[in-house]
C-alpha cells in the first residue's frame, strides 16, 4: 500500500521559477589592523582644448576641403600679419622723421644759439667795456638782445624737454645762472663810469662765470639735445627687415597655395589668390621703395645739413670765444698768465691763439662739407676775414707790447681798420651758411618725411584687402565640394 508525503499544498497561482544553487563563497580575507581600504583607479585627465583641437585640425586635413580651409586661414593669417608689421613699423619711422624735422633738429639748433648768444653776450659786455663811458648803444643793444635771446631759447628749452631727461637739470642750473652773470656785468659797468679799477675785477669775475660754468653748461645741453637727434635718425632710418620677411612670406605662401590649385585643377588662375598676391606685392614694393628714398633723404639731410650745421656752430662759436677773449687781453693788461711748459703767456692772448686755431680748424671741415656754391662761398669768405683778423690782432698786440695802450685798444675796437671788422665779417658770413644748410636741411628731411606718408594707412587696408581675396579664392574652391 503506497502513502503519499504529508505536506501542505502549494498556494494556487503561477509557479515561481526554481533559483539554481549558489555554491558557497569563500570569505574575504582579514585586512590587518590599521589598513586603509583599497582606492579606486583615478579618473583620466581631461583633455585640454588645444588638444582636442588638434585632434580636430588633424581629422580636417585628411580631406581636401578640410586642407582648403587650412590653407585659407594660414594665407589670410599670414597677410593681414605682413600688413600689421608693416603698419606698425612704419608709423614709428614716419613719427621719428617727423621728429627730426619739427623736434630735435630745432631743439638742437636752439641749444646752439644758447650758447652762441651767452658768447655774443660775453663779447658785447668786454667790448662796452673797454669803451668805457663811451660805450655805443649798439654794443649795449647787442648785448641787450643776446641776454634775451639766451633768455627766450632756455623756456623753449624747458617747455620742450622731458621732466626726467638730464636737459631738464642743464637748462634749471642755466636759468640761475644767467641773471648772476648779468647782475656781475651791471657792477662792473658802474664802477667802469665811475673810473673805479675794481670794475675790470667784476667784469673778469663775470667772464670766469661765463667761462667755467655756464658756457660748459650751454655745451653740455647742445651735445644732450645732438645725441637726441641722432637717437631720432637712428630710429627713422634703419630698413624694416621683419615687415621685409613677412612680406616675402607671403607672397612666397601665396605663389605655393597658387601652385597646389593648378595641379590640383589644371586651373592656371585663381582670382581671388592673383588678388591678394598683386596687393601683398604693392604693399611690399610700396614699404622697398618709400622708405628707401625717406633714407635716402634723411641721411642726406645728415650729411649735408646737420653735420654742415653742427660744425658751423663750433666755427661761430670759436670765433665768439676769441673775440671774447681779444677784449679782455686788453681788460686784464697782463694781470691774468698762464704757464705752458717753461713758458708764461698772458691767459687771455693764449685762449684767443687757441681759438682761432679752432676757428680756422671748424672752417675747413665746413668748406669741406660744403655741396654748393651757395654754402661754400661764405665759408671762403670768413677763411679770408680771418686771415685779416690775425694780422690786425698781430699788429695790436704789438702797440700794447710798446706801452701804446690807446693805439692798441683803437686797433681792437676802433671804428676803421679794427678786428672787430674782421670780427663781424667772420660773424655775418657764418651766419649765412648757418640759414643756407638750414634750408638744406629741412629740404632733404622734409622729402624724406614726406616719401612715408600715407605708407602706414595704406599697407593695413591692402593688407585686409589681400586677406579677403585670399579667403574668396579658397572658397571658390571649396563651393566646388558641396
Known amino acids: 500500500m503506497t502513502h503519499l508525503p504529508k505536506s501542505s499544498p502549494p498556494p494556487p497561482g503561477p509557479s515561481l521559477p526554481i533559483l539554481p544553487a549558489v555554491p558557497a563563497q569563500p570569505a574575504p580575507p582579514a ?5 586603509s581600504p583599497a582606492a579606486s583607479p583615478p579618473p583620466a585627465p581631461r583633455r585640454t582644448a588645444f588638444a582636442e583641437g588638434l585632434d580636430q585640425l588633424r581629422a580636417a586635413a585628411t580631406t581636401e576641403p578640410g586642407r582648403l580651409r587650412i590653407i585659407g586661414a594660414l594665407l589670410a593669417l599670414l597677410v593681414v600679419a605682413f600688413g600689421a608689421v608693416t603698419a606698425w613699423q612704419m608709423t614709428d619711422r614716419a613719427a621719428a622723421a617727423d621728429d627730426v624735422l619739427t623736434s630735435s633738429q630745432p631743439l638742437s639748433s636752439d641749444a646752439g644759439d644758447i650758447y652762441r648768444s651767452l658768447a655774443d653776450a660775453n663779447t658785447a659786455a668786454s667790448s662796452g667795456f673797454l669803451a668805457g663811458g663811451q660805450e655805443t648803444a649798439a654794443s649795449r643793444d647787442r648785448y641787450e638782445k643776446d641776454i634775451r635771446t ?3 631759447k632756455l623756456v623753449n628749452a624747458a617747455a620742450n624737454a622731458d621732466p626726467d631727461s638730464p636737459s631738464t637739470a642743464t637748462i634749471a642750473k642755466l636759468n640761475k645762472l644767467l641773471p648772476e652773470y648779468k647782475g656781475l656785468v651791471e ?3 658802474t664802477y667802469n663810469r665811475q673810473g673805479f679799477p675794481v670794475g675790470g675785477a667784476y667784469l673778469r669775475y663775470a667772464n670766469e662765470k661765463m667761462q667755467q660754468q655756464m658756457l660748459p653748461a650751454a655745451e653740455d645741453l647742445y651735445k644732450k639735445e645732438n645725441q637726441r637727434l641722432r637717437a631720432d635718425y637712428g630710429d627713422a632710418t634703419p630698413y624694416p627687415w621683419a615687415a621685409i620677411a613677412l612680406g616675402l612670406a607671403a607672397l612666397a605662401a601665396l605663389a605655393w597655395a597658387q601652385h597646389r590649385n593648378y595641379q590640383r585643377t589644371n586651373r592656371v588662375l585663381n582670382h581671388g589668390l592673383v588678388a591678394a598676391t598683386a596687393t601683398a606685392t604693392v604693399v611690399l614694393l610700396w614699404l622697398v621703395v618709400g622708405h628707401s628714398v625717406a633714407r635716402a633723404g634723411l641721411n642726406d639731410s645728415y650729411d649735408h645739413g646737420v653735420r ?8 661761430r662759436i670759436a670765433s665768439l670765444k676769441a673775440r671774447g677773449n681779444e677784449n679782455l687781453t686788453l681788460v686784464a693788461r697782463g694781470a691774468e698768465t698762464k704757464k705752458v711748459g717753461a713758458q708764461t703767456y698772458d691767459a687771455y692772448d693764449y685762449d684767443f691763439r687757441t681759438d682761432m686755431a679752432d676757428l680756422g680748424k671748424h672752417l675747413a671741415d ?9 654754402g661754400e662761398q661764405p665759408v671762403t669768405a670768413a677763411v679770408g676775414n680771418m686771415t685779416e683778423w690775425k694780422k690786425r690782432h698781430t699788429a695790436a698786440r704789438e702797440q700794447d707790447a710798446n706801452g701804446n695802450y690807446q693805439q692798441a685798444l683803437d686797433r681792437v675796437i676802433g671804428p676803421k681798420d679794427a678786428t672787430g671788422e674782421c670780427f663781424d665779417s667772420v660773424d655775418a658770413n657764418l651766419r649765412t651758411a648757418l640759414a643756407h644748410e638750414e634750408t638744406e636741411f629741412k629740404r632733404a628731411a ?3 618725411r614726406d616719401a612715408l606718408t600715407g605708407l602706414s594707412a595704406g599697407a593695413a587696408v591692402l593688407a585686409v584687402l589681400g ?6 579664392g579658397i ?7 558641396r
Open 187 to 189: 657792477r662792473a659797468r
Open 31 to 35: 585586512r590587518p589592523p590599521g589598513s
Open 446 to 448: 622734409g622729402d624724406g
Open 475 to 481: 572658397g571658390r574652391r571649396l563651393s566646388e565640394y
Open 308 to 315: 654742415s650745421l653742427n660744425v658751423l656752430h663750433d666755427a
Open 150 to 152: 639766451a633768455a627766450d
Open 467 to 472: 586677406a579677403v581675396g585670399a579667403v574668396l
Open 366 to 374: 665746413a668748406a669741406n662739407l660744403a655741396d654748393d656754391t651757395s
